[in-house]
């Protein structure tokens, strides 16, 4: 660069305001636009679910919380949560691992099939369930002795009386099902940006398997696994549609948070669908600080961290 | 020197190559893969008469052309909005602006059945926008307009979030080129920013639109299952599974999901080409 650009561009506030940004009318003009545009889409529908949510008193508020059917809601997602987010997390590592560290034919094609789940209806997620699982499905005709697809399988699933379908296990496969690529996509990209030398290295002095992943990998992609964890696990939390298929709906055993929601809503308890819903507004906002909390550390380790690039990259 | 060279480059430092790939397909083949072959296996037992029967009934041909409509309308909306928002975000300073940055991916983090009856309620005759609307004889509830606003709510944050990188990654200097060259602030927003934002622009698009198409939760509420009227294809496959006909809602959602498929591919097209453009810039 000449030494002309760089005085050129040393005070940049200055050269900001002349050339490369908008008159301050416009400038304020676009931030008015911008700040009600949100205002009305995002922190409107968020403020007037807490003020809905109290709008019996406080009491009532508890009350609608404290019910039986609450409860089991309440658990029962957390329950769909807990089994789905590590398995996703183990899927998520693996696929990194595989995707960036190796180079393999078909990397791309196996790209796009992790990203499936996201482009798929949640209502087709959870009908191609029932369509495996379900009395018509492929394993439900167990039942049916006379022409089972699967023999070994589906007298197994009979024999031990498992129910899938309109049952937990089907709320929790459906559940997976969504929120399958969400660790994955956080970790390929960060762990194809760190590359391999430094796990070579590790190996090269004599480190076994795991010690490299436990002690050079893991450190590295801790945030980017965190990050992906945090939404993995709201929507796992917050999965209305694919589990509303699978779920059959019974109240008290089968239903979610957000299928109790709906229940609420359907009896016309507004009040009540709007206190549960609090719940997961304030799990969403959780999330949101989260989130911005590991982008801001993910930034701060970035900065203070140019050494990991001096260190002569072995080959 | 040559084989020996690609003999060096068979040998794997780095192990567990079989086992993480081995388990990624497993798990992608048990959950996704075979699960999505269902819905071609049980469309196969409909003859294709039947199929296409099916699939152009009425209802669903209604449902078809609101969802593309309404999903399209929607993500056109954000395109022009979210750029706003993004470029307000990167260029601007302003009070609170960092709580809005992170408030922006509230429809990621917001479940959809929250967002479905907070909008449903927000703009009935009683809630506080469906008040002010109604003297004006607008309706949102239970109508069109109310699945294009949910579908507005979600999509936002596509847009931003992919146009938001680029914008902070542009070269201040071909902006301040064009400016000393003469062009008016428009002119070079015109005619230098904004081509070098229309890939991720596409992409934002293609994304929020496709996740329009399949979204369920946060557009029933507020749609009010009017037949013909306000039923979204997702409802229509969910109404012929809560009446057990399975065919029928698997041939509708074979539609959909090649809709989907043909919509990922062009999106990977479309990120492809934003990288590209971006590296280029960059080099």
Redesign the interface.
């Known amino acids: 660069m000449t030494p002309v650009a760089t005085t050129f561009r040393s005070p940049p506030q200055v050269v900001h305001h002349h050339t490369t940004s908008e008159p301050p009318a416009v400038r304020r003009a676009l931030i008015a636009v911008a700040l009600v545009f949100l205002s009305l889409f995002l922190f409107l529908p968020l403020v007037f679910v807490f003020v809905q949510a109290f709008a019996k008193g406080i009491g009532f508020y508890f009350h609608t919380l404290n019910d039986p059917n609450a409860w089991s809601a309440i658990k029962l997602t957390l329950l769909a949560a807990v089994i789905a987010v590590p398995l996703n997390c183990v899927f998520g590592v693996c696929a990194a691992w595989a995707i960036a560290k190796f180079d393999f034919r078909g990397k791309n094609v196996l790209l796009t099939l992790i990203d499936l789940p996201f482009s798929v209806s949640p209502v087709i997620a959870g009908l191609i369930y029932v369509l495996v699982f379900g009395a018509q499905g492929w394993l439900g005709l167990y039942k049916n002795a006379d022409n089972p697809h699967f023999p070994w399988l589906a007298n197994w699933l009979n024999e031990q009386d498992i129910k899938i379908i309109f049952a937990v296990p089907g709320i929790v496969l459906a559940t997976i099902f969504v929120t399958v690529p969400f660790v994955a996509r956080e970790l390929i990209p960060l762990m194809q940006a760190q590359g391999r030398s430094e796990e070579e290295a590790a190996r090269v002095l004599g480190a076994s398997g795991w010690q490299t992943f436990w002690r050079v990998t893991v450190p590295n992609i801790k945030w980017g696994l965190i990050y992906g964890v945090i939404l993995c696990n709201a929507r796992a939390m917050g999965e209305f549609g694919a589990v509303a298929v699978v779920s059959g709906r019974i109240r008290g055993q089968t239903n979610t948070m957000p299928l109790h929601i709906e229940a609420l809503y359907d009896d016309y308890n507004f009040t009540g669908a709007f206190a549960v819903a609090s719940l997961l507004a304030f799990l969403a906002l959780v999330t949101l600080g989260l989130k911005t909390w590991v982008e801001h550390k993910n930034q701060e380790l970035d900065e203070p961290n140019p050494q990991m690039s001096q260190i002569p990259q072995i080959k | 020197m040559a084989t020996n060279r690609t003999k060096a480059r068979k040998i794997?430092?780095?192990?567990?190559?079989k086992?993480?790939?081995g388990?990624?397909?497993f798990?992608?083949g048990l959950?996704?893969?075979?699960?999505?072959g269902?819905?071609f296996?049980?469309t196969a037992t409909l003859t294709w008469p039947q199929f296409w029967q099916t699939i152009t009934m009425p209802t669903a041909m209604a449902s078809y052309r609101l969802t593309f409509g309404a999903s399209f309308c929607a993500a056109l909306v954000n395109v022009v909005?979210g750029l706003?928002?993004a470029?307000?975000?990167v260029?601007?300073e302003?009070f609170g602006k960092?709580i809005?940055?992170?408030?922006?991916?509230?429809?990621?983090?917001?479940?959809?059945?929250?967002?479905?009856?907070?909008?449903a309620?927000?703009y009935s005759e009683h809630?506080?926008?469906g008040k002010l609307l109604l003297p004006l004889g607008i309706t949102v509830a239970n109508s069109r307009l109310g699945i294009f606003?949910a579908l507005?709510?979600i999509g936002?944050p596509f847009i931003v979030r992919t146009v938001q990188p680029i914008l902070e990654d542009l070269d201040?200097e071909l902006?301040?080129a064009a400016?000393?060259l003469g062009a008016s602030?428009w002119q070079?927003f015109w005619r230098v920013i904004l081509p070098m934002l229309t890939p991720a622009l596409l992409t934002g698009f293609a994304l929020a639109f496709?996740r329009a198409?399949?979204?369920?939760?946060s557009v029933i509420?507020i749609a009010g299952n009017k037949p013909m009227l306000t039923q979204i294809?997702?409802l229509i496959?969910?109404q012929e599974?809560d009446m057990?006909d399975?065919p029928k809602?698997?041939a509708i959602?074979v539609v959909?999901?090649v809709v989907?498929?043909v919509?990922?591919?062009s999106?990977?097209v479309l990120q492809w080409w934003t990288n590209r453009y971006n590296t280029n810039n960059l080099a």
């Not at chain 2, 794997?12 to 190559?17: A, E, K, M, S």
């Not at chain 2, 959950?31 to 999505?36: C, D, G, M, N, Q």
């Not at chain 2, 809005?100 to 909008?119: E, K, Q, S």
């Not at chain 2, 198409?213 to 939760?217: A, N, Q, S």
Request: no cysteine.
């Open positions: 794997r430092v780095l192990p567990g190559f086992l993480t790939l388990f990624t397909l798990y992608l959950i996704v893969l075979i699960p999505l269902a819905v296996w049980k909005f706003i928002v470029w307000v975000l260029r601007y302003f960092k809005v940055d992170a408030l922006v991916d509230l429809p990621f983090a917001l479940p959809t059945a929250v967002a479905g009856i907070t909008l309620t927000l809630g506080w926008l606003v507005t709510f936002l201040p902006e301040e400016s000393s602030r070079v496709a198409l399949g979204e369920y939760g509420f294809t997702p496959i969910m599974l057990f399975y809602a698997t959602a959909m999901l989907s498929f919509l990922l591919l999106i990977n």
